[in-house]
């Protein structure tokens, strides 16, 4: 999935407004953008809005953002919402892969209690909002097989630093969010599941979304979370891959095929050996194809 947008849960305009959006995936919000007083409608609502919207023909993945494991809201988040069958959800203030099980534990109870197919629920977590759970970041891998994805975020972690800003006069993170952005591609990558790149909080700012999308897919990410509608488009344009690539990596997956004893081949004037290959599966395996 390239693009997912945040929805907020207390609000039906906005979660409609997100299925027409082309978004690949909605997070349903409960957590952050959704006052203290309105989490009792949010869930309420965001259960109705995945009962209906989960039914359309064609349709956005459907996760929903539950509060924080430590809040003591998560139980009642996640009895309110798993009846309406959620594709998955995302886990906010992270600390690691115990957390991933003990939500995988919670939903593995609530999936039996609905008739709902053990492990069908995935989690993506945001694996970056406090100091500790940095050092977390390395316990994601084999921690679930409902983990599809980890992201991160700057906000929460700059409010638990007590950092005055966390990105620069130019619009770029600053350091210490850029080693957290750095660790999340990496432990993503090392626990074989999707990486995805943070929100851009300033929506207006079209020419500076698209230049921290080119960066994420660059080294690697493979989407980007939307705040704004106007955002979506931009990801999934960054995120597709262009078709000269994409026949290239065809190309690069044929050329080995045909030569099954060479380590090493030759293509278009460059040399090309193992990890072309693996960097030319991996793009046509995101595209669902076999080449
Ligand atoms: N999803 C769906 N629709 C959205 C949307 C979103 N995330 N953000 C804005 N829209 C809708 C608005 O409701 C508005 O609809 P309308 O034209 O029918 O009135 C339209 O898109 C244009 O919105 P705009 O006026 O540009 O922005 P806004 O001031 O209404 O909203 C925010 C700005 C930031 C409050 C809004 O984008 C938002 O709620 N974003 C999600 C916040 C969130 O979930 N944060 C948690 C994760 S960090
Ligand atoms: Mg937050």
Redesign the pocket.
Known sequence: MRSQ????GD?E???N??LE?GADCL?I?L???VAAANKETARRLACEFLASARNREKRPLLYVRVNALDTGLTDRDLDMVVPGRPDGILLPKSQGGVDVQHLAAKLAVREAENDIADGITKICCVATETASAIFGLSSYRGASRRLTALTWGA?DLSADLGAETNRLEDGTHAPVYVLARNLTLLAAVSAGVQPIDT?Y?N?RDEAGFRRECMEARRDGFTGKM?????QVPIINEVFTPPAAEIERARRIVKAFADNPTAGVIGLDGEMLDKPHLERARKLLARLGSTG
């Open positions: 947008l945040f929805v907020p609000s305009k906005k979660m407004k997100g959006s997070f919000d957590e952050d953008s906000e929100v909080p929506f939307a705040i704004h509608p106007a």
